[in-house]
């Protein structure tokens, strides 16, 4: 097993922590709201096992990532990566944001394209919906999705949440019970509700795009992204998980990313 570091960088009052792991081309692994970069362990063994190395920053609130929380951007947030790649002065990389991480990731793309080789979006809303859809994007589990981290809500009422919005029918809803931050998860949302989606919607211009979707995700309107943006969009399907993935099928996750990863 391929030892785990970390390292932090520091741009004015923006400290950002990344965890460092394995040797060979750079995987970025951006996490979903409110959530930190532990939970793809499993899944960045499997890409080191197959010879990547993976970057996975904390988002600021979390570990030691720390900064300005009030009125953040996507912008803002995409920024912090393009901090860690600079640091690490590793080239054009492939960035896998993860829910709602796949938005910094799709910004980065547009902000920095100098720094992203292609983008996976791993159980990912695409901010937009199909032509003549009444739905509004970013709305389905709205409730179960915020009241899975509120721990002032018994455990139960939170089991519950957790299996309805993130949880496929095998899946255990307890492995998300923790791992929450309360602060990271109202400058994200915030972040959300701030930034148009057409600023990051198509990930710039040209990057190639997977849209990785889990076969049981109650939250993702699935098949937005391959109607926009045409053949710059791979969809492939990962059986047997909802919309948290990398606890369900973490190595059905990162062989989907390094088959991508080959194409590119």
């Not at 951007?73 to 860690?84: C, K, L, R």
């Not at 791993?122 to 915020?146: M, N, V, Y």
Request: aromatic letters at 8%; a negative charge.
């Amino acid at each position: 097993m391929t030892t785990l570091s970390s390292f932090t960088c520091t741009k004015g009052l923006i400290t950002i922590e990344a965890f460092d792991q394995g040797t060979g081309p750079v995987i970025v692994i951006l996490p979903s709201l409110a959530r930190g970069a532990n939970d793809y362990d499993i899944v960045t063994q499997f890409l080191v096992e197959a010879g990547y190395r993976v970057i996975r920053p904390q988002p600021r609130g979390i570990g030691k990532s720390n900064g300005p929380m009030d009125k953040l951007t996507i912008h803002d947030f995409a920024a912090d990566v393009a901090m860690v790649l600079g640091h690490i002065k590793c080239g054009p990389s492939v960035i896998v944001g993860h829910a709602w991480g796949s938005m910094p990731a799709r910004m980065l793309a547009a902000d920095r394209p100098d720094l992203v080789r292609g983008v996976v979006m791993a159980a990912a809303s695409a901010g937009k919906l199909p032509p003549g859809s009444t739905e509004k994007p970013f709305s389905r589990l709205r409730a179960e999705i915020d009241g899975s981290g509120d721990m002032s809500l018994p455990e139960s009422k939170r089991l519950e949440y957790l299996q309805a919005a993130f949880f496929g029918p095998e899946g255990n809803p307890r492995l998300w019970l923790d791992g929450w931050n309360e602060a990271a998860h109202e400058a994200q949302a915030y972040a959300r509700m701030n930034t148009t989606v057409d600023e990051y919607f198509s990930a710039g211009d040209t990057v190639p795009i997977l849209d990785l979707q889990a076969e049981y995700d109650a939250v993702v309107v699935k098949g937005v992204m391959k109607q926009y943006l045409g053949d710059r969009v791979e969809v492939q399907v990962v059986k047997n998980a909802g919309h948290a993935m990398a606890p369900e099928q973490p190595e059905a996750m990162a062989n989907a990313i390094i088959d991508f990863t080959k194409k590119i």
